[in-house]
């Protein structure tokens, strides 16, 4: 199989640390594992490809195909940064972050063989629109 364009990055939340003063919990940094994708716009009706939720703030659906063999697979809690490069996607900027939406799914091709040929998930890109003065 040809490999997908785009380098993502999967930014999964690693086990929680503990201050050693107080005991709270504290959020590791995530664990990296760099990833081939390709995001695309997928227009079911108008209103679920862009949503304004606050004056300036809007939200974006996309749907993120990503090579089969994930080790570990993605879930609903999995965040990917795109990686570039940037002359391949408008829609996103380098950088940026994205968050599944609902649960992946592993995709094969109708006819010939069974072999997973990518792994679809719909992923929710937030962007504020105000420019920073």
Do not use: C
């Not at 709270?24 to 995001?39: I, T, V």
């Not at 490809?49 to 004056?55: G, Q, S, T, Y």
């Amino acid at each position: 199989m040809r490999s997908l364009p785009e380098r993502w990055t999967l930014l999964r939340s690693g086990p929680p640390q503990f201050d050693p003063v107080t005991g709270n919990r504290q959020p590791s940094p995530p664990d990296e594992l760099p990833w081939r994708g390709l995001l695309q716009v997928r227009v079911l009706t108008d209103d679920t490809v862009l949503e304004e939720f606050d004056n300036g703030h809007v939200a974006q659906r996309f749907t993120l195909l990503l090579n089969p063999g994930l080790p570990g697979g993605t879930d609903r809690r999995d965040m990917w940064r795109f990686d570039g490069p940037a002359e391949v996607s408008d829609l996103i900027k380098v950088g940026d972050v994205v968050t599944v939406q609902g649960i992946p799914r592993v995709r094969r091709p109708a006819r010939g063989s069974r072999r997973a040929a990518y792994i679809a998930a719909v992923v929710r890109h937030s962007t504020d629109l105000q420019e920073e003065p």
